[in-house]
């Protein structure tokens, strides 16, 4: 009986540890949901990067911290998608929360991050 309630908090816990993190969008996605202007992006990179060059119609978070609820959309069912430097950064989860605390359930993340956009050879916008 005890390695059963053991076995169970341990997936409990494994459970839990995988609900902060959010579904990868990929860069194809997210070209689709921005032509069709169902996504906002919020760019996790600090200002000085954002000024440098982000993903076109891009949120910069840090400057938006504070007012975050004033520039995403009413629809709380709306694609939200954060991103930060590329694969191996993980700062994107700062805006993905602050999303998801204020009630929005369709939250994702560009895992390739900006890195990867450049890479593509997708448009920046300054």
Not at 60 to 79: I, W
Request: proline share 3%; hydrophobic share 40%; charged share 20%.
């Amino acid at each position: 009986m005890k390695k059963l309630l053991v076995f169970c908090a341990a997936a409990l816990c494994a459970v839990a540890v995988y609900a902060v993190h959010y579904p990868e969008i990929k860069i194809t996605e997210l070209k689709s949901a921005m032509a069709s202007k169902q996504v906002t992006i919020i760019d996790v990179n600090g200002t000085e990067s954002y000024r440098q060059g982000h993903i076109p119609g891009a949120v910069d978070f840090t400057a938006n911290k504070e007012k975050l609820a004033s520039v995403l959309p009413k629809d709380k069912n709306a694609l939200v998608v954060a991103y930060c430097g590329g694969p191996k950064c993980n700062a994107y989860e700062s805006a993905a929360k602050a999303a998801q605390k204020l009630g929005y359930t369709n939250v994702k993340h560009l895992a390739a991050g900006i890195s990867g956009w450049q890479e593509a050879g997708e448009r920046m916008e300054k």
